[in-house]
């Protein structure tokens, strides 16, 4: 059976101006500048001349007068049983060129300022490719599991789930319950259900973080280098940021001082910090918390992926210490998969309602039916077993990456140590471009990210490789280092003293301060 074409809007047609008079012919040009500039496409039926003339409240003679001029010239065809549609005609091409170049030439408007910026941010956060050193791309053994399908299935076919009306903002009631419960054992956070905020992942809480607690001029801290996001969600809020150095022990708090003692709010990844991977001291932490105590200064703490910890004790989250300052950020994109864009804000009660109010203007809420999910997932002990299950599959292929990294790879490339997270930092020798280089690993089927691009001081102090391994098995990675091996040999960059070098029979895992090579 023939399918039936669907009957469209014409929208153009809502200008027509039935009191200037002589409407037949200002319908049968709508209709055939519809035509010629896409609007209306070949194959596409119109509305009946019934239809069309109870909709523009004319006599259906002037449309069925139409449809007969435009039949003669060949912009309609009629077919049985299935009324009056766009030509399906290679002419209708030339008909379109040529009304396009019928038009009055127009001068293309005035790009707002902010356009450029925002293109920029949307090629830098693009997502990349599944291929061998990507980021964030779960597959296999680190996948959530089977429970995981079924209860949704389960839980998706149950009133609780099913399509309502908007919610709290702040998100389902037991997946906020969940979370808290959660984050207090993992990660002594201290926190009751209210404080919680469910949002969209890492960079939306970023981002509300931004909004409430930030006006146009004020002064911020931000790592450097630093997660990409955090430094265009800050440019996109005129306020005047201050990069602090980061060293082997995290940010520099001295420094930060030093060069901007009356910052505002200073966002850091204290557990992990990132690209660099390494935890802030303890001293660090506890300086951090003075300078905002004396300063009534708010701190963001981005706790992207405090569980994935391979040895070792992990410190305790920077809320704990201070609940009063600190805005807590969590996500599931790093533990269960980032397509969930489902994270969390954990704000001081003062703040609670401002997070909800710039939640709702953002986009309501997050999916109710996928919050239920979740926190069923959570409240039955599933999330913690699948955070074991996940530690020891990301361990396994950690250790991997780093024997067939040590084996491989020239001694003129160094590792970053670090005990947690799923991207190891392969740092390259002075001078060399890294930027470059990840367009020649590209060539070649490697998804690298570049160290120096997230730097703002200029020159960058170091040049480097993020190395993802969280999405692909053990042999996948081995035989991944050998392709970068043989980029790097290939690279028109090495040159002279650097080919002489041996194997890296003596590369180990280093903790080399940024600013050094």
């Given at each position: ?183 207090r054992k993992a990660r002594a956070v201290k926190c009751q259900p ?37 430094v265009a969600i800050l440019e996109n809020f005129q306020v005047s ?260 070098q041996p194997r890296a029979g003596d590369l180990r895992a280093k ?7």
């Open positions: 059976m023939a399918r039936r074409p669907t009957t469209i809007a014409i929208p153009s047609l809502g200008s027509l101006d039935k009191a200037a008079g002589r409407i037949g012919t200002l319908l049968t040009q709508a209709l055939r500048d519809a035509i010629a500039k896409g609007e209306l496409k070949p194959g596409e039926a119109l509305p009946s001349t019934r239809a069309l003339a109870n909709s523009l409240d004319i006599a259906r003679s002037t449309v069925i007068e139409a449809f007969h001029q435009l039949h003669a010239e060949g912009y309609l065809v009629s077919r049985a049983r299935r009324g009056t549609m766009v030509a399906n005609l290679c002419a209708v091409d030339d008909l379109r060129a040529s009304g396009s170049r019928s038009q009055p030439s127009q001068s293309a408007p005035h790009l707002p300022k902010n356009v450029a910026r925002l293109a920029g941010v949307a090629s830098t956060l693009r997502p990349q490719r599944a291929e061998p050193f990507a980021i964030a791309h779960p597959a296999g053994a680190v996948a959530p599991d089977d429970k995981w399908r079924r209860l949704g299935n389960r839980i998706r076919a149950t009133r609780s789930a099913a399509p309502s009306g908007y919610t709290d903002p702040k998100g389902l009631l037991d997946l906020r319950i969940a979370i808290a419960d959660y984050v209210d404080q919680v905020i469910i949002s969209a992942g890492t960079q939306q809480g970023l981002f509300l973080a931004a909004t409430v607690l930030l006006s146009e001029g004020d002064f911020v801290w931000a790592e450097d280098p630093a997660y990409p996001a955090i940021v201050t990069r602090i150095p980061v060293d082997a022990q995290g940010i520099d708090i001295e420094q930060g001082v030093a060069a901007c003692p009356r910052a505002r709010v200073a966002f850091v990844t204290p557990s992990h910090q990132y690209p660099l991977g390494m935890p802030l001291s303890m001293t660090r932490r506890n300086a951090l918390l003075a300078w905002a105590r004396q300063n009534n200064s708010w701190i963001v703490e981005d706790d992207y992926d405090s569980e994935l910890r391979y040895a070792g004790h992990p410190f305790p989250s920077l809320q704990g210490l201070d609940p009063a300052r600190v805005i807590y950020i969590g996500t599931m994109s790093k533990t269960m998969f980032s397509s969930m864009r489902l994270g969390y804000v954990i704000a001081p009660p003062p703040l609670v309602d401002a997070f909800a109010g710039a939640r709702a203007l953002i986009d309501r809420h997050s999916p109710t039916a996928d919050q239920h999910v979740l926190a069923q997932y959570m409240k039955g002990g599933h999330f913690e077993a699948h955070i074991r299950r996940i530690r020891v599959a990301y361990a396994e292929r950690r250790a991997a990456l780093i024997a067939a990294l040590e084996r491989e790879l020239p001694s003129w490339v160094s590792l970053q140590s670090s005990d947690q997270g799923t991207h190891l930092v392969l740092w390259l020798p002075a001078g060399f471009d890294d930027v470059k280089f990840a367009g020649e690993a590209a060539e070649s089927g490697l998804v690298v990210r570049p160290i120096s691009s997230m730097y703002h001081a200029s020159p960058p102090p170091r040049s480097g490789l993020m190395l993802g391994f969280g999405g692909f098995s053990v042999e996948h990675l081995r035989k991944a280092v050998l392709q970068l091996r043989d980029v790097l040999d290939a690279s028109k960059q090495v040159m002279g003293d650097l080919k002489k903790r080399p301060a940024p600013g050094t090579s």
